[in-house]
């Protein structure tokens, strides 16, 4: 990763997040390290999606901080956090329905487009060079994630699982130095999960992006999952390596529904 910073690339610090009465995160603290594929998990409820959400700035939390390659960002807007090099996707799947592939791709460029009003409207020097990197780029991604054939078709006329590898491309586009994914691979079929799976490793290696996900297939937190993190009724009840977490009795109590008390 490029100007990597020592010490963690992300750091949540006692954020509690409260819509009305409901306290949606109360005093979570975790950290992102650089280079490593974190997972969050949880019952449905949990909280997972909240702290997507605060981390990438839709939300903004009553308590505590956030900071971001050394830097607070706790009152960022989502574009300047994107700006940043935080990019994300959604649980529910958010394209241009009627622009194929490619643009949507290509939106995913729109905060590292530079350029001068008068040169883009004539297409020449400076903007014609730089509309041809960023294509370059695109191609690229096109390219990785296998997905050349359908760089002319509408999104919305994709199979979800397609759509998904879509998402994904557009948040990569951005060149982010951390990915946030929302659950990744909901609505997939195996061999659609064993694809994706691949690609998310392959964007930690090739790339060097720092990813954090929600996942609710045990079986995939566990195989790509350097570290986990547990949250139940908006609080962090684990945080350890795969292997740690399976065996944590808190951990199990709360996937296993026992009463709390």
Not at 5 to 15: H, I, K
Not at 141 to 154: G, H, S, V, W, Y
Not at 199 to 209: A, C, Q, S, Y
Request: aromatic share 6%; net charge negative; charged share 25%.
């Amino acid at each position: 990763m490029s100007g990597a910073t020592p010490g963690p690339l992300l750091e949540v610090d006692g954020v509690s997040v409260r819509f009305g009465a409901l306290l949606a995160l109360q005093q979570v603290s975790l950290t992102v390290q650089p280079g490593e594929v974190l997972a969050i998990i949880g019952p449905n409820g949990a909280g997972k999606t909240t702290l997507l959400n605060v981390i990438s700035g839709f939300y903004h939390p009553y308590q505590g901080r956030i900071r971001f390659a050394g830097r607070d960002r706790t009152w960022l807007r989502p574009p300047d956090v994107a700006a940043l090099g935080i990019a994300r996707t959604f649980q529910n799947v958010a394209l241009f329905r009627g622009m194929s592939v490619l643009d949507n791709i290509m939106t995913g460029r729109l905060l590292r487009m530079r350029g001068n009003v008068l040169l883009d409207a004539l297409w020449w020097g400076p903007a014609r060079r730089q509309e041809l990197e960023h294509r370059a780029f695109v191609e690229r991604i096109i390219d990785f994630l296998e997905i050349q054939a359908i760089r002319k078709t509408p999104a919305g006329r994709l199979p979800y699982g397609l759509q998904k590898r879509v998402e994904l491309a557009r948040a990569l586009a951005a060149e982010p130095q951390l990915l946030l994914l929302d659950e990744p691979m909901a609505g997939m079929n195996v061999e659609e999960k064993e694809d994706m799976c691949r690609f998310i490793l392959d964007v930690n290696d090739e790339f060097d992006t720092t990813i954090a996900l929600i996942e609710h297939d045990m079986g995939v937190v566990m195989d790509i999952s350097d570290r986990v993190i547990v949250l139940d009724y908006g609080r962090k009840i684990a945080d350890g390596t795969p292997e740690q977490v399976r065996k944590d009795q808190a951990v199990l109590d709360a996937y296993l529904g026992v009463a709390h008390d």
